[in-house]
């Protein structure tokens, strides 16, 4: 029914599928950008910052297309020289144990990802963020919380991947449905504890002291019967100029985190604008609501990865030996894109419908015009591109444009 040399040709078009969907959107992206101050951002934009954010914009848009084109043509000389079979061999003389193997041959491929990886990441934070003035990192910083995070993967991820590969080898049929249950309980977890847990690795988070922001943050809090717990300031300026906010919101304690370049940026009003967002995001069920979707996606990708780790040609397309999870995962992984990419639109729709909804909630219950402020301002701060491609828009972008957000927002005014 299916044949391995059938399945490697599907796996290299959607690779090609994949990278030519990018450029066409980066291109379409592209055609939008103007020399001129465009009349709809005079009001956000002098000529002067507006010609910066192009450059700033050209700059990201050329390092993505190198950066991609490199992975594009890495992995696509990973297929055709067969990359995946010689790692699966070694890891089959290393161990006898499947979980051992399993372990090994992520790891390396982590390990090589990270290497590979690691160059362009340096050349993004201390070339053009540096250049436009966001990259506040030291070199040492850099490298610090590199090895931080491959020490992370090694410490959280490796041994979920054992107990998955351990489920795979005793529960058979039912695989798909444990591990469901499995990247359930560990999502919910890090949701709960990832302020608490993981953000300390990496930045100092100290509680707002008593002054005038606290006070206006609980008073909004205390009229909109919203229970606050934890008012917490992050020391992003160690990293980065660029600023924002985020809520820690699930479990029993809720935790506000303001990040100092948002306190240095903004007035008490615009910050409780911004915050009262984020309790309409609260207030209107949004967490949930992403979660669930998270949940159910989740339960669709495991249970087609159930299936096809079934389809021994499915390993063998990409030259494996012998059917093994490993393999056939990364297979899986490749063949899942056109399912991977329909998910994503869903997710961007959603959550650009629920930023309208806090919008909506912070604008009727707090003050429209201080959130316009707010969102202006970190426009104008971070040089965000606020004429994207709808094109690109409708693929990349998870918020509303900023503009749109603005004008829904005069509505709520009036």
């Known amino acids: 029914m299916f044949n391995p040399e059938t399945i490697l040709y599907a796996v290299i078009w959607l690779i090609v599928f994949e990278f030519i969907l990018s450029k066409t959107l980066d291109y379409l992206n592209t055609t939008r950008w103007s020399d001129k101050l465009p009349k709809e951002l005079e009001w956000i934009y002098d000529e002067k910052k507006y010609k910066k954010s192009m450059k700033y914009e050209k700059a990201k848009t050329k390092f993505s297309s190198i950066s991609w084109a490199f992975s594009f043509i890495v992995m696509l000389l990973v297929l055709i020289l067969w990359g995946f079979w010689w790692l699966d061999s070694v890891v089959r003389v290393w161990t006898d144990s499947d979980i051992l193997r399993a372990i090994y041959f992520f790891w390396v491929i982590i390990l090589v990802q990270n290497i590979i990886s ?5 050349y993004f934070t201390f070339v053009i963020e540096e250049k436009f003035g966001f990259n506040k990192m030291t070199k040492k910083l850099f490298f610090i919380d590199a090895i931080k995070w491959l020490l992370l993967t090694i410490i959280i991820w490796l041994p979920l991947l054992a107990l998955i590969v351990w489920v795979y080898g005793i529960a ?6 444990y591990t469901w249950i499995i990247m359930t ?23 707002l002291e008593a002054w005038e922001l606290r006070d206006a943050i609980e008073s909004f809090a205390k009229k909109v019967w919203f229970k606050l717990d934890n008012i917490y300031v992050i020391d992003w300026s160690k990293r980065s100029s660029k600023a924002n906010a985020y809520f820690s919101w699930f479990g029993p304690k809720k935790r506000i985190v303001l990040y100092d370049t948002l306190i240095k940026d903004m007035d008490v009003e615009e910050l409780v604008a911004v915050l009262a967002h984020e309790i309409g995001h609260y207030k209107r069920k949004h967490t949930f609501q992403m979660l669930a979707f998270s949940i159910i996606q989740t339960w669709f990708m495991l249970y087609l990865l159930g299936l096809m780790l079934w389809v021994d040609e499915v390993s063998q397309a990409l030259w ?14 490749i063949l899942f894109t056109p399912v991977s990419i329909v998910l994503s639109l869903i997710a961007n729709i959603l959550s650009r419908k629920n930023e309208y909804q ?18 202006i301002k970190l426009s104008r701060n971070n040089l965000s591109n606020l004429r994207p ?6 693929f990349h972008y998870s918020h509303p444009t900023v503009l749109k957000r603005l004008s829904a927002l005069d509505k709520i005014k009036k």
């Open 172 to 177: 058979w049929d039912n695989f798909w449905l």
């Open 185 to 207: 309980v560990f999502s919910v977890f890090m949701m709960m504890f990832y302020s608490s847990l993981i953000v300390p690795l990496f930045n100092k988070q100290t509680p």
């Open 118 to 122: 690691l160059p362009f990441s340096y």
């Open 389 to 394: 491609h709808p094109a690109y828009e409708f």
């Open 358 to 375: 806090a919008d909506e909630y912070a604008g009727k219950n707090y003050k429209a015009n201080k959130l316009q402020s707010a969102l």
């Open 320 to 333: 494996a030996s012998e059917a093994s999870f490993w393999v056939g995962a990364i297979a899986f992984g």
